[in-house]
């Protein structure tokens, strides 16, 4: 799952991509408003981490264009403000939810997972192919009842595929999802990932399989 961290405190955005990608997201970070707001519009995030003091273009504004774009990107607001007023704006602007600098990570991380599993426009909590679930926000993926145990890209790959279950799903699409921008390695590490989930969910018997569409990538289905 991929997000985008809007921070232009250097040590903070180190600090929290670092924490979030221990998480097993993808974490892209931007240091500005504009930038930020440009990679919001070009890439699909599972959700934003806005700071509202940012040069160029305070979060305020970046929430709202994004809005304007018709964007439903669930968006989480940092500030060191506080207030009644600050809050009150920041969610007129169309944020999702809100937290006041210093926060604790342990409650970032569970409002984030509360954004993504309320989702843009109404994503199913859990998605289920045969007797596969993946639950996207728990990062939980069970097989009937037995857990199955993958890596955080692994689980990625995987929650990609069962989001578009039964259509032909591209590497390129893979790899965006799950690999975030600072990856420059081969297209080809998706057929790694794939192999070692085919040989998971034959050894957990699961009943769905992820085919290989030639020329275009992978479907998951039941
Ligand atoms: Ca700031």
Known sequence: MRLLLVEDEPRLAR???????AEGYAVDVAGDGVSGLEQAL???????????????????RVCQQLRRAQ?????????????????????DCGADDFLSKPFSYVVLTARL????RRGAGGRPAHLTVGDLTVDPAARR????????????KEFGVLECLARRAGQA?????ILD??????????????????????RKLTTAQADCTIETVRGHGYRLTP
Do not use: H
């Not at 439903?72 to 060191?80: D, N, S």
């Not at 997972?113 to 993504?116: E, F, M, Q």
């Not at 420059?184 to 070692?196: M, P, W």
């Open 15 to 21: 600090s929290l991509s670092q924490g979030l990608r």
């Open 42 to 60: 070009s890439t699909s995030y599972a959700a934003i981490v806005l700071d509202l003091m940012l040069p160029r273009l305070n979060g305020y």
């Open 71 to 91: 964007n439903p990107v669930p968006v989480l607001i940092l500030t060191a403000k506080n207030g009644e007023y600050d809050l009150a704006e920041a969610l």
């Open 113 to 116: 997972r509360a954004l993504i």
């Open 141 to 152: 993926c069970t097989v009937g009842t037995d857990q199955l145990r993958l890596t955080g």
């Open 169 to 173: 799903v591209p590497k390129t699409e």
């Open 177 to 198: 999802a799950v690999w975030d921008s600072a990856f420059r390695g081969d297209l080809n590490i998706v057929e790694v990932y794939i192999a070692n989930l085919r």
